[in-house]
């Protein structure tokens, strides 16, 4: 499995960006990039996945590198509601061991008033 | 959007006893489902893959007899603690997805204490 390594922690100021960075440099071309966030006490929530092209949806843009060994997570407009630890996580492919998530420690980030 | 239900959401028993865990997906079926448990500030840690109407698919280190899965329907996949002792205390999570192509989405877990 494709192994990834997040900052143990961020701090974001309140409305600014959080840019939050993840490498993968071992990850295949057939595994996706996925983004969970979980906050205190309740189960992961789905942020947003890609494989190559970046993404946007209504809670974040996620930006893959050309070679895609690294993405950045960009919550455009932090709130204190977005304090949480945020997971990303190399997804293989289905046929490879049903494409479960294997969740690594994560990034704490703190939005602060 | 996709919704997996867990009940209860938290529950106390005595050691020696079993606990059941139910994990719904309600508005999707889903043929797999997958069982994580999480420690006081550490990780989600996988235990099994659940899957409709086969056994399920335990990872290394997770007794099977002791965490049994079944998983009946499209839409539950139970997780019963077989003769819980304090050190099975801890928060269980399952998920699900629709298909191949969806992301999973994550109940709101069950927080087990066992006195």
């Known amino acids: 499995d494709a192994k990834t390594t997040q900052p143990t922690s961020m701090d974001c100021a309140e409305g600014r960006a959080a840019n939050l960075p993840c490498n993968h440099s071992t990850i295949s071309g057939n595994e996706y990039v996925y983004w969970y966030r979980q906050i205190h006490s309740q189960g992961p929530q789905y942020i947003i996945h890609g494989l190559k092209n970046n993404e946007t949806n209504e809670m974040a843009s996620l930006i893959i590198t050309e070679d895609r060994k690294s993405s950045t997570l960009i919550l455009p407009h932090a709130t204190l509601r977005d304090t949480a630890v945020y997971y990303c996580i190399v997804r293989p492919p289905i046929y490879n061991q049903g494409g479960k998530l294997i969740f690594g420690q994560g990034t704490e980030l703190s939005v602060k008033p | 959007g996709a919704v997996v239900s867990q009940h209860p959401s938290r529950v106390i028993c005595k050691s020696g006893t079993s606990v059941k865990i139910e994990c719904r997906s309600l508005?999707?079926?889903?043929?797999?489902m997958f069982w994580y448990r999480q420690f006081p500030k550490q990780s989600l840690m996988l235990m099994a893959t659940s899957n409709e109407g086969s056994k399920a698919t335990y990872e290394q280190g997770v007794e099977k007899d002791k965490f049994l899965i079944n998983h009946a329907s499209l839409t539950l996949s139970t997780l019963t603690v077989t003769s819980a002792h304090p050190e099975d205390s801890s928060f269980y999570i399952c998920s699900a997805r629709e298909n191949e192509e969806s992301p999973l989405h994550f109940g709101n877990g069950t927080r087990l204490t066992v006195t």
């Open positions: 508005d999707f079926q889903a043929t797999t």
